[in-house]
């Protein structure tokens, strides 16, 4: 997983506002995000 995955995943969860455990999988694991 790179940072830019991680970085990504931060922004769409706050865009959103989805919990944590509900963003995709495409940015990792949303215990490391």
Sequence with gaps: ???????NGMVYKIRTGISWRDLP???GPWQTV
């Design 1 to 7: 997983m790179s940072d830019r995955q991680v970085i």
């Design 25 to 27: 999988e495409r940015y």
